[in-house]
């Protein structure tokens, strides 16, 4: 069997292409747009997909991260081709960390608090995936539902999407 962080590696770089083609497509012109009051912005939720990845770097560097010693600050990036540069930025160093991370860097237990509030504690492999692929996939189709609202295509994330067999179908006609 490959070593765990082999395994992490690659399906982050699976999961990265499908990000790559939903940040592409996010439009710099919309970025303030919210669907509703309570809802993030369009750029605030796409700076946040783009960051993601530097989360997975967190159970790797510490058995213990505080939100409330390390409040958040939140990237906001003002296009897409910074949206685009941020997620690749983020995805070097998780991975150049993953890289490093043995199998028993991963089975080690990790707490994520805020404060004294525990809210969560895992073995760093399972904080990874949590991170890489629940908040991400979940945060991804967020956005997706953002850009399908200001009828922007959407591309397929895992086969086609409907915009993507629509235009084939179109290329077909002609």
């Known amino acids: ?40 912005t369009l750029g605030r939720l796409a700076s946040h997909v783009a960051e993601i990845p530097h989360w997975l770097n ?4 510490n058995d213990v991260f505080d939100m409330a010693a390390q409040p958040y600050k939140p990237a906001n990036c003002q296009n897409t081709q910074e949206l685009l540069d941020l997620f690749e ?27 004294e509030h525990i809210v969560f504690q895992l073995s760093s492999y399972e904080a990874i995936r949590y991170m ?6 979940h945060h991804r189709g967020q956005l997706s539902v953002f850009l399908r609202l200001l009828d922007v295509p ?21």
């Open 1 to 40: 069997m490959k070593p765990l962080n082999q395994l992490l590696i690659a399906e982050l770089q699976r999961e990265a292409a499908s990000t790559r083609k939903i940040l592409a497509v996010v439009p710099t012109d919309k970025l303030e747009w919210r669907p509703h009051e309570k809802s993030m």
């Open 58 to 61: 967190r159970p790797l560097e």
């Open 89 to 115: 930025t983020k995805l070097s160093a998780a991975i150049a960390a993953l890289e490093k991370a043995t199998d028993e860097d991963l089975a080690k237990q990790w707490t994520f608090r805020r404060g």
């Open 132 to 137: 890489m692929g629940n908040h991400q996939v």
């Open 154 to 174: 959407i591309p397929g994330m895992y086969g086609p999407s409907a915009d993507d067999v629509a235009a084939m179908a179109a290329t077909a006609k002609n």
